[in-house]
T-cell receptor, first 110, second 113 residues
Framework: GQQVMQIPQYQHVQEGEDFTTYCNSS?????IQWYKQRPGGHPVFLIQ?????EVKKQKRLTFQFGEAKKNSSLHITATQTTDVGTYFC??????????FGKGTRLSVIA | DTEVTQTPKHLVMGMTNKKSLKCEQH?????MYWYKQKAKKPPELMFV???????INESVPSRFSPECPNSSLLNLHLHALQPEDSALYLC????????????FGSGTRLTVV
C-alpha cells in the first residue's frame, strides 16, 4: 500500500494555540482522506481532498492538498480540549484500500 | 441508518477458543473491511470484501477467517489465537471502492489470554 510520512508524531499545545499536522508522500496520490480518532474511540472520517492545490475548511479546521498531490496538511486554529485525539492521513492511489499514516497525537492543555 | 455496528464491544478469549466478531451496516455499502489496531498504532488493513466477495487478504494468518454472508453483514471467525493478537478490531464500510470516506464501527476490543 501507499506509504506516507506523517509529522509530527506528537503535539502538545496550550488551549487556544494553533496546530498543524503534515502528510508527505514520495509519489503522486489520487486523493487523500483525513480521520480523527478520539482516545478510546474509532476513526471518524473528516474530509477527502481530490484536486491539486485544493483547500477545504470545516469551522476551525483547514485541509490542504499540495499542488503536486504529494503532500497534505491539516491545520486547527485556536485548539480546544475537544480537539484532543489522533489525526490520521490516509492516502489513496487508484482504487486501493485505505492505508493510514502513523498519525499525529494531539493533546491540548487547558 | 448511518452506522456500522460491531458486536461484541469487548471479548476475552483463551488460546484454544473459537469466537466470532460481527459487523453490520444498513447503508447499502458494497465494500466492507476488517482492520486491526494495536495500541498507539494506526489501523492495519486485514481483509476487503467487495460485493460480498473477498478481494484482498493482507497476508493474514489463517487463524483469522472472514465471512460475508450477505451485503449487510461481515464476520470475522477467530480460532487458536495468540496473545499478540490482542487488539482493537475495526470494521468499516464504503459505498464501493476507495474514493469514499470510510464509516468505521466502534470496534471489538479483543484480549487473548
Amino acid at each position: 500500500g501507499q506509504q506516507v510520512m506523517q509529522i509530527p508524531q506528537y503535539q502538545h499545545v496550550q488551549e487556544g494555540e494553533d496546530f498543524t499536522t503534515y502528510c508527505n508522500s514520495s509519489t503522486t496520490l489520487s486523493n487523500i482522506q483525513w480521520y480523527k480518532q478520539r482516545p478510546g474511540g474509532h476513526p471518524v472520517f473528516l474530509i477527502q481532498l481530490v484536486k491539486s492545490g485544493e483547500v477545504k475548511k470545516q469551522k476551525r479546521l483547514t485541509f490542504q492538498f499540495g499542488e503536486a498531490k504529494k503532500n497534505s496538511s491539516l491545520h486547527i486554529t485556536a485548539t480546544q480540549t475537544t480537539d484532543v485525539g489522533t489525526y490520521f492521513c490516509a492516502p489513496l492511489v487508484g482504487n486501493t484500500p485505505l492505508v493510514f499514516g502513523k498519525g499525529t497525537r494531539l493533546s491540548v492543555i487547558a | 441508518d448511518t452506522e456500522v455496528t460491531q458486536t461484541p464491544k469487548h471479548l476475552v478469549m483463551g488460546m484454544t477458543n473459537k469466537k466470532s466478531l460481527k459487523c453490520e451496516q444498513h447503508m447499502g455499502h458494497r465494500a466492507m473491511y476488517w482492520y486491526k489496531q494495536k495500541a498507539k498504532k494506526p489501523p492495519e488493513l486485514m481483509f476487503v470484501y467487495s460485493y460480498e466477495k473477498l478481494s484482498i487478504n493482507e497476508s493474514v494468518p489463517s487463524r483469522f477467517s472472514p465471512e460475508c454472508p450477505n451485503s449487510s453483514l461481515l464476520n470475522l471467525h477467530l480460532h487458536a489465537l495468540q496473545p499478540e493478537d490482542s487488539a482493537l478490531y475495526l470494521c468499516a464500510s464504503t459505498p464501493g471502492g476507495g474514493r469514499y470516506g470510510y464509516t468505521f464501527g466502534s470496534g471489538t476490543r479483543l484480549t487473548v489470554v
